[in-house]
C-alpha cells in the first residue's frame, strides 16, 4: 500500500492546480516592435480567459531600470513620464504607447498580471530603428553645406555631383557627440569653385545600417545670396513591424 506524505500530497494537488489554471487564463504581448525614432509604439498586452477573472494587479514593466511605466488602475505612473500613455480595457488589455521614441527606449519591457486565475508574465521588445528629424541649410561663403539634425544612429554625409561622388572634396563637421538623447547632428561642407553646377547632392549615409536614409539637393549660392536647401524625396516611411510569438 502507498503511503502518501502530506508534502508528496500538497504537491500533487498544487501540480494538478497549476496545470487547471494555466488553461484558463493566458497572457500575450506584441513580440518585437521596431520604429523609428521620433516615432511612436503601443505594446499591448492581452488577456484571453474563460472564466470570471478579477485583476489584482496588471502592468508594463520597463526592464532596463525596472521602473513600473503601466499599471491598470492608477494614472499616476504614466504621469510622470510625459512620452507614455496607458490604456487599461477592462479584463482585457493593457496598452503601453511610447511617444517620440528615443534611442534609450530600446529594450524589453514585462507585462505582468496577477488575477484570481493565476500569475502570469511575458515580454516584449523595442528595437529603435535608424532616423533623422530633419536637414536644415547652413550658410558657406565657398560652394555648398548641409547639415542633419537628430539623427540616429551616427551618420555621415556623403556628396554626389549628378551621379559622380564628390565626397573626397568634402569636410565633415561632426561633434561626434551625441546630445543627451543619443542624437547626432551631421554637418558637411562641399568645396567647389564649379558654379557651372546648380545643385548637389547631399545624402546621409548610416554605416551601421549601410544605406542612406534621406537626402537632399542643395543649390549653389548665388552671388550675395545665401544657401538654400531643397529637400527633395524626403520620404518618411513608418515601418511597423508587429511580430506576434504565439
Ligand atoms: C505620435 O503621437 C502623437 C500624439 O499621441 C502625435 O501627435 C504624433 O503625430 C505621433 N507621431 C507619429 C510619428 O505618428
Ligand atoms: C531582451 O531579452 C532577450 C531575450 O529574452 C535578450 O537576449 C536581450 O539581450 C534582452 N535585451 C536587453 C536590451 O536587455
Ligand atoms: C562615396 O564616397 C565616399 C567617400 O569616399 C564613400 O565612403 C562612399 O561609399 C561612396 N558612395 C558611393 C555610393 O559610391
Ligand atoms: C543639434 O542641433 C540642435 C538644433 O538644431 C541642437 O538643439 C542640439 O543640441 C544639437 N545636438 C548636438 C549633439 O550637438
Ligand atoms: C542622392 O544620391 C543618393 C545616393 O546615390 C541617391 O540614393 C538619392 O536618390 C539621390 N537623391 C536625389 C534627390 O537625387
Redesign the pocket.
Known sequence: MAVFTPAALFLWFFAVVTTATNRLMELRASGLVAEQCHGNVTLLCDISHDKTLKVNHFSWIR??DGETLCTFNDDAEAKKHNRILCKYTDQEQLALTLRHLLPAD???YTCKLRSNLGIRHT?S?VKVRECFQGSEPVPSSSGVACRFYGVYPQGEVHWFDRDKNVTDKSTADNSGKPDRHGMYNVSSRLLTEDRSREEYNCSLWIPSTGAYLTSTLVRMPVKGGATSVHIVGLVWVLFRTWILIA
Do not use: P, Q, S
Request: hydrophobic share 55%; proline share 0%.
Open positions: 526592464m532596463a530600446e529594450g524589453n515580454m521588445a
